[in-house]
């Protein structure tokens, strides 16, 4: 619970509970508009709290995975959990893989034929994959080639 209490979802509270409030606001002076007799408004009646129901279900989702990768521990996050599961995934409560990586495939396409001379741009292509392979948690950038 005290991952829900830090500065970044305290900001997030209060911009939940101030966008309701206020999309159900402007939905009541759009049904007081509409009572008067401005007929367009009954669609905008409906539509601001369409968007503060949409408010509600995106904070509820966030909260419900921040509380769930408080309860994974603290294997989540791409540590390695297990031999059988390549680094970068992680384990849930039940015990199911969750953000499994695959390996990347190194791609021998050339076209010249088979046992001819390789192009010097593919082979280093290749050599790129074959380090991205190699190296699961890093970025492109990361390339010292």
């Known amino acids: 619970m005290k991952r829900l209490w830090t500065p970044a979802?305290?900001?997030?509270?209060?911009?939940?509970?101030?966008?309701?409030?206020?999309?159900l606001g402007l939905g009541?002076?759009?049904?007081?508009?509409?009572?008067?007799?401005?007929?367009?408004?009954?669609?905008?009646?409906v539509e601001w709290p369409v968007f503060a129901a949409f408010?509600?279900?995106v904070w509820w989702r966030e909260l419900r995975h921040t509380l769930r990768s408080a309860a994974?521990?603290?294997?989540?996050?791409?540590?390695?959990?297990?031999?059988d599961i390549m680094a970068g995934a992680a384990?849930?409560?039940?015990?199911?893989?969750t953000g499994v990586r695959r390996p990347v495939r190194v791609a021998r396409v050339s076209a010249v034929?088979?046992?001819?001379?390789?192009?010097?741009d593919l082979a280093a292509y290749n050599r790129y994959l074959a380090w991205l392979n190699a190296n699961p948690g890093s970025?492109?950038?990361?390339?010292?080639?």
Do not use: C, K
């Not at 305290?10 to 509970?17: G, K, L, Q, T």
């Not at 008067?36 to 009954?42: E, H, K, M, T």
């Open 55 to 57: 408010v509600i279900f």
């Open 72 to 83: 994974d521990g603290p294997s989540a996050g791409g540590e390695e959990t297990g031999g």
């Open 113 to 120: 034929p088979a046992g001819g001379p390789e192009d010097a």
């Open 91 to 97: 384990l849930s409560a039940s015990g199911t893989p």
């Open 9 to 23: 979802w305290i900001a997030r509270h209060v911009a939940m509970v101030v966008l309701v409030v206020s999309f």
């Open 139 to 145: 970025r492109p950038g990361d390339y010292p080639g």
């Open 28 to 45: 009541w002076w759009q049904i007081t508009r509409a009572a008067d007799g401005n007929s367009i408004s009954w669609g905008y009646a």
